[in-house]
C-alpha cells in the first residue's frame, strides 16, 4: 500500500493549509519592502535617490519640486531608502498596489 | 518511418519556452533536436551601460530561482576587482541566504517533477512546505523571492538575534518534510516505475559532455564548487556532498533531496558560529583595469561570470555562464533510446533554467561545433 | 403512446439526460473538492463542474482545418447518446431499469465501449500528433482493461446464471451483497481495478497525460464539443458506478427505518457516491504509469485476480 496513504486520509481532516485571502490578510514581517513613501517635509532636494536608483524610476516631479516614484519602473529594492540623509524615503508594508492605470501609480 | 514530434516553444511539459524537435518511431525516441534562443533578452549588452551598483540587481533579474547566487558571484568578482575583501559575518550571511535558496529551488524541483509524472498530491505538497523557506527568506530579506540584500563590499542587512528561534523551528519543520519525502521518494513503487533507469547519462559521458551540478553528481562525478574551490564563508563550514551512482533520473531526484538535509545543516552551523562585526565594507565606485573570472555553486551547478573593467564606474565587459547551458550537450544522450512518455520527466531531471542560460553562442547539436551569432544576425535569425 | 411519452421521459429526463447530467457533474464536483482537501487545500466549490461545462458551452465553435469535419463533429453527439443509453440499463429506483432485454449485460458492454471507440475517432480525426498519439495509447488502453472488465462480469454472471442486469440485483436482495461472497472478492477487485482504467483517473490517464500531449486525443477539441465531452466523461463516471454497485453491492434496495420508507434511488446515490469516492482516494496516492506498464500491470495482475474468481465460481461449491 503506498506510504502517502496515511498523509493524504489525515490531510482530509485537518485544516486546509490555505490562506483564504483577500477574506483573511497575513501581515508581512517587519523589515518587509513594498511601496516607498516619501515624507515631503524631510526631504532636502539633495537627490541622492535620483543617482542610486538602479531603474531610473525616481524623477523630480514639477509641481512639488520634490522627488516621485513611479510603480512600473521601481524594482522595491531600498536603495533610495538606504542613501537618504534625512530618512524622507521609508519603504512600508503595502504591497497590494495594482490598478488601472499604471501612469498614476506613484509615490509622492 | 518516423514522425515528428514538436515540443515547444509553448508546450505544458516546459515551463519556459524552449524547441525542441524528437522523430520518433512509436513511442520510441530516434533523434533530438535542440534550439535555443526563445528567452534571449540582452542582458550581457545591459550589463554594459549601468555602473557596477546598478548591475547588481540586474545580474539578479538573470533568473528567479536561483537570484541571490547570481547576485553573489557578480558581488564577489567585483570585490576581487577591487581588491578588498568583505567582511566575515557579511560571507555567513550571503552563505545562509544562498542555501535558503537552494533549498527552496529543490522542493520547487521536486513539486513540478511529481507533477510531470502525474502525482499531484506530492506536487501539491511540495509547494506547501516551500512556503516555510519562503517566508524565512520575506524575513531574512525583505522579499520572498528577489531579496537585494548583497551589495559590493558586503550585505545590506543584517539577522537579527530575535529572529534566530524562529528560524530554527522553520527548519526543523523544512528537516521533518524532507525526510518524509526521502522515504516516498525510496519506497513508492509507482515513483520507481516511472522514475528508475530513465534517462541514464553515464559517468564517462558525463565527463565527456561536461555536465554539472546534481546531473553529475547523480552519474558518480564527485565535483562541487564550494568543497572543490571554497569562496566566502564555505572553508570554514563543513558539509558533505550528495552523490549517486546510477545516473537515472531517480538518482538526480535523491541528490537534490540528500542536498537539502546538507544545507539545513549548513544554515544552523552559520547561525551558530556566525561571529559579529560589521556587515560591509567601503568600495570606490571607479574600479582599476582588472578582469576575473569567479565560480560559485548555484543550486543547478556551476555558476561562472567573467567581468573585465577598464577603470571607470561601467564594466567593460560581463559574461555569464549559468549552468544550464553547460548541461544542454548531455541531454542527447539521455533522450535517445528513450520513450515519449519519459520526455518532461527527463528534460525536468537536469532542472532547466532556460530564462538564464540564452546567451549569444550557438551549439549546433548534430556536429558538436560551435559558432558565435552577432546581434544583427540574431535579429535577421529565421528557421 | 403512453409507452413512447414514457420512453421519451425516461431518456431525456429521469433517469436519462437530466438527471444523469446533473448527478454525474455533482458527483465530479465533490471528487475534485475532496481532491483539494486530501492535498491539504481548499479545492474548488462542489457545482464547479456545472459552471465549467456551462462556460465552455457558451464559447465559440472551432473546427480546426486539417480535421476531417465530419467525423471530428459527430463524435462527442454519438459518445454521449451511447452513454445515457446505458444510464436507461440500469437499475436505479428499483431492481428494474427503465429498459429491459433479454441479455442486457452484454448490451451494456457494448454500449460502454462506444464512447472509447468515438473518442479514439475524434483524435485520429483531429489532425494533430498529440491527437493521433493519444488516441493510440487509448487503443493500447482500451485493449488492457476491457478483458479485466468482461472476465470480472461473467464471474458475476457464472454466480448468478443469468446475463440480466434486474436479475442480479433481485438476487443480491434475497442472498445479501455478492462481495460478501468471498468467492468474488477477488473479481469485485479487478472490476475496480478496471473501471479505474475506464474512466482514465491516475495511475492510468496515460491517453490524456496532460504533461507529455496537451490533452491527449481531446487536444483539439473546444467550446460546445468539449462541453459535450466533459459531460459524456462525468456520466460514465456516474454509469460505471451505478454498474459496479448493482453487481457487487445489491444495487438500489429501498428500506424502511423507523416509519420513514426511504426509496431506491436514495441508496443507489449513496453507493455510486461511495465508489467515486474509493476512485477518488486511489488517484491522489499514485503516480501515472507508462502505457506498457499499465498493460504489464493489467494482463498479470488484475486479469489473474479475475480469472482465479471465475475458477472459484464454477469449482467450488
Avoid at chain 3, 24 to 52: A, F, S
Avoid at chain 3, 194 to 219: C, M, N, W
Wanted: charge should be neutral; glycine fraction near 6%; hydrophobic fraction near 45%.
Amino acid at each position: 500500500m503506498p506510504r502517502i496513504i496515511l498523509q493524504v486520509l489525515k490531510n482530509v481532516l485537518r485544516k486546509p493549509f490555505t490562506v483564504k485571502y483577500p477574506y483573511v490578510r497575513v501581515e508581512p514581517p517587519e523589515g518587509y519592502r513594498g511601496a516607498p513613501v516619501i515624507d515631503k517635509e524631510k526631504c532636502i532636494q539633495c537627490w541622492q535617490c535620483i543617482r542610486v536608483c538602479p531603474d531610473r524610476a525616481i524623477t523630480v516631479s514639477k509641481e512639488t519640486k520634490k522627488p516621485s516614484i513611479w510603480h512600473g519602473r521601481c524594482t522595491f529594492c531600498g536603495e533610495c531608502a538606504e542613501v537618504c540623509p534625512t530618512r524622507a524615503i521609508t519603504m512600508t508594508k503595502n504591497f497590494e498596489l495594482t490598478t488601472y492605470d499604471i501612469q498614476r501609480a506613484r509615490s509622492e | 518511418m518516423t514522425f515528428v514530434i514538436p515540443i515547444g516553444p509553448q508546450h505544458p511539459a516546459l515551463k519556459e519556452p524552449e524547441f525542441f524537435r524528437f522523430e520518433v518511431k512509436g513511442e520510441e525516441i530516434v533523434d533530438v533536436d535542440i534550439h535555443l534562443g526563445y528567452a534571449h533578452r540582452g542582458i550581457e549588452e545591459a550589463f554594459s551601460r549601468r555602473n557596477y551598483k546598478h548591475n547588481i540587481y540586474l545580474s539578479e533579474r538573470v533568473c528567479g530561482i536561483c537570484n541571490v547566487v547570481h547576485s553573489t558571484t557578480y558581488c564577489q568578482a567585483v570585490e576581487q576587482l577591487a581588491g578588498i575583501e568583505p567582511p566575515e559575518r557579511a560571507k555567513y550571511i550571503r552563505a545562509i541566504i544562498m542555501e535558503l535558496e537552494r533549498i527552496h529551488s529543490h522542493l520547487l524541483w521536486l513539486g513540478v517533477a511529481a507533477h510531470q509524472i502525474g502525482f499531484n498530491t506530492l506536487f501539491m505538497l511540495a509547494w506547501r512546505d516551500r512556503e516555510y523557506v519562503m517566508d524565512l527568506r520575506e524575513m531574512i530579506s525583505g522579499g520572498r523571492v528577489h531579496s537585494a540584500t548583497n551589495t559590493i563590499g558586503g550585505v545590506r542587512r543584517d539577522l537579527k538575534t530575535e529572529h534566530i528561534p524562529t528560524f530554527l523551528r522553520g527548519l526543523e519543520k523544512l528537516e521533518q518534510s524532507t525526510n518524509y519525502y526521502i522515504k516516498l521518494f525510496e519506497s513508492d513503487r509507482t515513483i520507481l516505475a516511472r522514475c528508475a533507469n530513465l534517462g541514464v547519462l553515464s559517468k564517462e559521458n558525463a565527463i565527456k559532455f561536461c555536465a554539472v551540478g546534481p546531473t553529475s553528481r547523480a552519474s558518480g562525478v564527485e565535483t562541487d564548487i564550494r568543497r572543490d574551490d571554497p569562496y566566502g564563508a564555505y572553508d570554514a563550514l563543513s558539509f558533505d556532498v550528495a552523490i549517486e551512482r546510477e545516473g537515472d533520473v531517480w538518482a538526480k531526484g535523491m541528490v537534490r533531496l540528500r542536498e537539502i538535509l546538507e544545507s539545513i545543516r549548513i544554515v544552523r552551523q552559520a547561525i551558530k558560529e556566525m561571529p559579529g562585526g560589521p556587515i560591509r565594507t567601503k568600495v570606490d565606485s571607479q574600479i582599476p583595469p582588472n578582469e576575473t573570472v569567479e565560480r560559485t555553486e548555484a543550486p543547478r551547478g556551476e555558476l561562472l561570470y567573467y567581468i573585465r573593467s577598464n577603470g571607470t564606474e561601467i564594466p567593460e565587459r560581463v559574461r555569464v555562464r549559468t549552468p544550464t547551458y553547460g548541461n544542454f550537450a548531455s541531454m542527447k544522450s539521455m533522450f535517445v533510446g528513450g520513450t515519449v512518455a519519459e520526455i518532461p520527466i527527463v528534460l525536468w531531471s537536469i532542472d532547466p533554467c532556460f530564462a538564464c542560460d540564452d546567451r549569444v553562442a550557438l551549439v549546433d547539436s548534430h556536429t558538436g561545433k560551435t559558432r558565435v551569432v552577432s546581434f544583427d544576425e540574431l535579429r535577421r535569425w529565421r528557421k | 403512446m403512453m409507452e413512447v411519452v414514457n420512453f421519451v421521459i425516461n431518456s431525456l429526463v429521469f433517469p436519462g439526460l437530466l438527471f444523469a447530467s446533473l448527478v454525474g457533474l455533482l458527483y465530479v464536483g465533490i471528487d475534485r473538492k475532496v481532491t483539494g482537501h486530501m492535498q491539504h487545500r481548499i479545492g474548488p466549490p462542489i457545482w464547479q463542474e456545472y459552471l465549467d461545462v456551462g462556460k465552455l458551452l457558451s464559447k465559440e465553435d472551432i473546427t480546426p482545418g486539417a480535421a476531417q469535419s465530419l467525423v471530428f463533429n459527430t463524435m462527442p453527439l454519438i459518445a454521449l447518446g451511447a452513454i445515457v443509453a446505458v444510464m436507461l440499463f440500469l437499475p436505479i429506483t428499483s431492481a428494474q431499469p427503465a429498459l429491459t432485454s433479454v441479455a442486457d449485460l452484454i448490451v451494456i458492454i457494448y454500449l460502454l465501449n462506444i464512447p472509447a471507440i468515438c473518442v479514439m475517432l475524434g483524435g485520429y480525426s483531429s489532425g494533430s500528433p498529440f491527437g493521433a498519439s493519444g488516441a493510440a495509447r487509448y487503443v493500447v488502453q482500451l485493449f488492457s482493461y476491457e478483458f479485466v472488465f468482461i472476465l470480472a462480469i461473467i464471474a458475476v454472471v457464472a454466480r448468478v446464471e443469468s446475463l440480466s442486469l434486474g436479475t442480479v440485483v433481485s438476487y443480491q436482495a434475497q442472498q445479501g451483497w455478492l462481495v460478501l461472497d468471498w468467492r468474488l472478492l477477488p473479481a469485485m477487485i479487478a472490476a475496480l481495478i478496471g473501471a479505474q482504467g475506464k474512466l482514465l483517473r491516475v495511475p492510468f490517464d496515460i491517453p490524456e497525460a496532460e504533461s507529455e500531449i496537451v490533452h491527449g486525443a481531446l487536444t483539439e477539441y473546444s467550446g460546445p464539443k468539449l462541453a459535450i465531452w466533459r459531460l459524456v466523461y462525468d456520466i460514465e463516471t456516474l454509469v460505471v458506478a451505478g454498474l459496479l454497485a448493482a453487481l457487487f453491492f445489491g444495487g438500489p434496495t429501498a428500506y424502511v427505518i423507523g416509519d420513514a420508507q426511504i426509496p431506491g434511488v436514495v441508496d443507489f446515490l449513496i453507493k455510486t457516491l461511495a465508489i467515486v469516492l474509493f476512485t477518488t482516494t486511489l488517484r491522489n496516492i499514485m503516480a501515472r504509469l507508462r502505457i506498457d506498464q499499465a498493460l504489464k500491470f493489467y494482463w498479470s495482475f488484475a486479469a489473474l485476480l479475475a480469472i482465479i474468481s471465475l475458477i472459484l465460481v464454477l469449482v467450488v461449491p
